[in-house]
């Protein structure tokens, strides 16, 4: 019975894997919609054209190759789902994640179809990238529960509320929901079409605080100081690890976090001073998502820890 529940968790989690990376490419794929110009080739929505295979050109290619593939998403979504009810030792503890990935795919479907039909709102298009960040969310922490549950089969001890809201885990949460709004000022940067109000780094048109309350600058400038912000946020993480003593496997996180920080600092320089290269804009969005996650790892990891250490 340890053994068959063992080879179930082993797949499952092989699954969850590659099903997450799929749904990051996805993530990549919407920014590079956008940064091509290619929101709006379709102008009617579910169809292209009135056709569910329009003549193609790049523009269109690109704007139905994201429905398509969002659409294979969305079938592999619904047979996980079926795998998790089906074998009874997956019912119980993922079948909720994927019953909540399903209403967040269904929302992210209506979202997708307002946002050609709303004309790119830019509010529109930033509930879309963070409804899709969610639905991520949600498969990486089933990723991250079947991973912990496959270590120790005898246990379907994953974490508890309390271990996470605990009054030494708040530091953590905030530095996540600090990333998670930082994303949302990204998403105004780009739907706003912001990304070039200033023109150099780190100052703006040759100041630090803009005298000009133009709006693009404006948002501009927000997105900058929460990069400041999570900055510092980030190695004040680092520090507070030190001194509660975080495990090897989450200072690995945390060291994740400061190396993807960097990247990502080099990443939005770069796409100022080339302005807004296609792929680095791209890239720019996969790196900010994966540094929210692995500050999420940092905080659901410790968490993890501390509900085995409660149950021992």
Known sequence: MIASTYSHFRKFSLFL?????????????????????????????????????????????????????????????IAGTIWAAIVPELRKPFLGYFILGILLIASQVTLGGLTVLLSLDPATVNLHLLNAILFLLCIVTATFKARVLSKSIN???????????????IPLLIGVLLIFFQIILGGRVSSNYAGLACLEFPT????????????????????????????????????????KG??????????????????????GIVNVYAKLPKLVTAAHTGVAILLFLSVYAVWVQRASELSKSRVS
């Open 17 to 77: 894997v590659l099903y997450s990376v799929l749904i990051f490419l996805n993530l990549l794929y919407g920014p590079l919609v956008r940064a091509t110009d290619s929101g709006l080739a379709c102008p009617d929505w579910p169809f292209c054209f009135g056709k569910i295979f329009p003549d193609f050109d790049f523009n269109i290619f690109m704007e139905v190759g994201h429905r398509y593939y969002s659409g294979f998403l969305g079938m592999v979504l």
């Open 155 to 169: 246990s379907n001890e994953f974490l508890t509320k309390q271990s996470l809201f605990q009054k030494d885990q």
């Open 204 to 243: 703006c048109n040759g100041e630090w605080v803009p005298s000009v309350p133009e709006p693009k600058i404006q948002i501009q400038v927000q997105h900058r100081l929460g990069a400041y912000l999570v900055t510092f946020y980030v190695l004040l993480i680092n520090l507070y690890g030190i001194f």
């Open 246 to 267: 975080f495990s090897a496997e989450t200072k690995k996180y945390v060291r994740t976090a400061i190396i993807l920080l960097i990247l990502q600092i080099g990443l």
